[in-house]
């Protein structure tokens, strides 16, 4: 053995030219050279130095980490005759005999046994046998069993045994790679410690030392690139960077190495994820015929595909690169990216990579595995469906609340909700919820059975990407570029009559209805008078309601019961303005000329003066949404853009969306199957 990461010391016992792997060379010769495992490396000096060490020892990890390495020098340890009082934490001291005989490989009483090839019961009734011999001028005869999960049943009932009852000077360590597979009986009888894979910053430090040692000069990236290959395990990396230094020669810089690793480059993984994205299975096929064209192993760019996709995610879940290993630069990348993605999209991905990953180790075709996994994230539906539904949901809550409906003229329509995040949701207001109402009672309802309703509550958007959460109902409409195809029938764009105009209610709810669904909230401002919703069709006239509708804009309430305040975002404004001007001068101006009016329906009326302002920031309403919430620094409540009443004379009805929506469900397949085959609930 030869020397630790320091230089050549003069007391290197072995001088010999010959050359030494890597992680032979620099194999640890003391606690504080062990890397990434501190935590076992502590406890082991603090037992020796308060004299409590136990008589068998179990390290158990994954390979390379360190384990067997540790076991050396904890023999050393205890053995050294140094006085522990002279030996800093109680390491060894390397210059005593005891401690360079173990270094020379000539100590009778460290006893090292491979298990995996001395696993039968008579190699352990044998290692019994010299257990009897006490030590040789040493405190303690220690066996270090590596591997020790090999041993037949009766190899470890025959050394349980000596477990059970071990002569004072002896001191077992066992090793193993898989824990579980050694006997309980034995496991209870020895102390246990846990290696962990080491982590990726650590490997490349200790690459960068043994670099400065060699001479090697070489680039960060090319470190991290066999870093990350080690997949934890510093001596897979020490052999990898011999490899690499062979291959490559210094100085050792990251593209020959990758290509001299067959290392898939980072923009093959992103090539194919974008391919992916964009449904492009040509395009995919054509890389993988790139990959098998270089000489790529298929299973390997499967398993860093999965980690590409992986890293995707964490960057979209976690909004930061922290837990990317790999370098800045690497990271700014798959920041990056992230705006491209969903977390439900990337999830999909990862099940689908990590499935073939799985199993191409077993497929005969390799080649085929990789191109049908790739095929098949080709083909994924974006699942960013449920978004876009709910957004959809969003438009057409917003459409009707605007008067125009689509189909459903008559009853009225509710909000179709799945529920659940609502619930959690909904700031304290009044309303209650009636979310656990079931569904059914519903469906028999009569149209005309408008109920008073709180405020809508948005459906559950995704934590991360949707920005309208706070409600759907009045929200905002927006124009959702890639809406699902099952979806087109539905609903045209709002009428332009969509302004603030209360409805003139047809129908009045039932005067039992407000005891079902408590305090109507919606109502609660202004709509005393117009009782009922109104109709979706009496809306689309917007001149009988221009009665009522004055009295709401005469006395805007500063919040309304979701808690939104239209201070904050009067206030916020002429930030946000300035905001969104700085990147799109023609929506900030339009902004510069509307203004946040009043609260209605958990939405923040924004009003405009014209038509055409109304349908460019309506359009716009998710980014300028986005622009509020960092502005506010908050999350920004929906806001709904309507025509200034005086401008246009009209006033927007409030209608009752459930009514709607219960229309639509009797009325549009779509909202039949979300009901019957989602599971979705009205819930208002
Ligand atoms: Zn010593």
């Known amino acids: 053995m030869a020397d630790a990461p320091r230089p050549p010391a003069a007391s290197d016992p072995d001088p010999a030219p010959r050359y030494l792997v890597t992680a032979r060379k620099y194999r640890p010769q003391t606690f504080g050279d062990v890397v990434g495992q501190a935590h076992v490396a502590q406890t082991l000096q603090n037992a020796i130095r308060l004299g409590r060490l136990a008589h068998a020892y179990l390290f158990s990890g994954p390979r390379g980490v360190g384990k067997t390495t540790a076991a050396r020098i904890l023999a050393k340890a205890v053995n050294c005759t140094t006085p522990l009082a002279e030996r800093e934490d109680a390491e060894p001291c390397r ?23 001395n696993n039968k019961v008579e190699d352990i009734r044998e290692l019994r046998e010299t257990v009897r011999i006490p030590p040789q001028g040493a405190k303690k005869k220690i066996y270090i069993l590596d591997e020790v999960h090999m041993l037949s049943a009766s190899a470890f009932n025959a050394l349980l045994k000596t477990l059970e009852e071990p002569p004072p000077y002896v001191l077992f360590i066992f090793a193993t790679t898989e824990p579980h597979k050694v006997l309980p009986t034995i496991l209870s009888r020895t102390q246990r410690f846990d290696f962990r894979r080491i982590a990726v910053p650590e490997i490349v430090g200790r690459l960068q030392a043994i670099c400065a040692e060699e001479g090697v000069e070489s680039d960060n990236e090319a470190l991290m690139l066999l870093a990350r290959k080690a997949d934890g395990a510093l001596r897979d990396a020490l052999s990898l960077f011999d490899q690499a230094v062979s291959l490559v020669g210094t100085p050792l810089h990251a593209a020959p190495l990758r290509e001299a690793l067959g290392v898939v480059d980072i923009d093959l993984f992103f090539e194919a994820t974008e391919q992916a994205k964009a449904g492009n299975r040509a395009g995919l096929l054509a890389l993988v015929d790139r990959l098998v064209q270089r000489g790529y192993d298929l299973p390997e760019f499967l398993g860093g595909l999965a980690e590409h996709v992986r890293h995707l995610l964490v960057a979209v879940t976690t909004g930061s690169a922290d837990l990317i290993e790999g370098t800045e630069a690497m990271q700014q990348r798959y920041l990056a990216a992230t705006a491209d993605w969903a977390e439900v999209d990337l999830l999909h991905l990862l ?11 077993e497929s005969r075709q390799p080649r085929l595995a990789t191109e049908l996994a790739l095929l098949k994230m080709a083909s994924l539906e974006p699942a960013a469906d449920l978004h876009h539904l709910l957004a959809k949901l969003e438009r057409l809550e917003a459409t009707l609340a605007s008067g125009a409906l689509p189909k459903a003229a008559d009853g009225g329509q509710r909000t179709v909700d799945s529920g659940h995040k609502t619930e959690a949701e909904r700031p304290p207001s009044p309303a209650p919820s009636v979310a656990t109402e079931p569904p059914a009672s519903y469906q028999p309802a009569p149209p005309p059975s408008p109920a008073p309703e709180p405020p809508p509550t948005d459906a559950p958007g995704s934590p991360a990407a949707s920005s309208d959460e706070s409600d759907p109902g009045s929200g905002p409409e927006q124009d959702d570029p890639g809406e699902s195809p099952m979806f087109s029938p539905e609903p045209p764009p709002r009428p332009t009559g969509e302004t603030v105009a209360p409805a003139p209610a047809p129908t009045a709810p039932p005067p039992s209805a407000p005891s079902l669904f408590g305090a109507p909230a919606l109502r609660r401002k202004g709509s005393s008078g117009d009782g009922a919703e109104g109709t979706p069709a009496a809306t ?7 009665a009522v509708g004055t009295p709401h804009l005469a006395a805007p309430p500063t919040t309304d019961d979701f808690g939104i305040s239209l201070t904050r975002v009067s206030d916020a404004w002429p930030r946000l303005v300035a905001a969104v001007k700085a990147d799109r001068v023609h929506v900030g101006s339009m902004l510069q000329l509307a203004s946040p009016q009043r609260v209605s329906k958990g939405a923040v009326e924004v009003a405009v003066p014209d038509d055409f302002s109304r349908t460019l920031l309506t359009s716009e309403t998710e980014s300028v949404r986005t622009a509020l919430a960092e502005v506010l620094k908050d999350e920004a409540p929906a806001l709904r853009f309507v ?42």
Do not use: Y
Request: aromatic share 8%.
């Open 95 to 117: 210059t005593c005999d005891s401690c360079r005989a173990f270094e020379e490989g000539r100590s009778l009483n460290i006893i090292e046994v491979d298990a995996a090839s």
């Open 540 to 546: 689309l006239t917007g001149g009988d309601g221009s």
């Open 643 to 684: 025509v200034r009443a005086g401008e246009a004379g009209e006033t927007a009805a409030e209608v009752d969306p459930f009514e709607r929506l219960k229309q639509l469900r009797q009325e549009h397949p779509v909202f039949r199957a979300l009901f019957e085959k989602f599971g979705a609930e009205i819930v208002w």
């Open 351 to 361: 099940m689908l990579v990590d499935d073939a990953e799985a199993h191409i180790k």
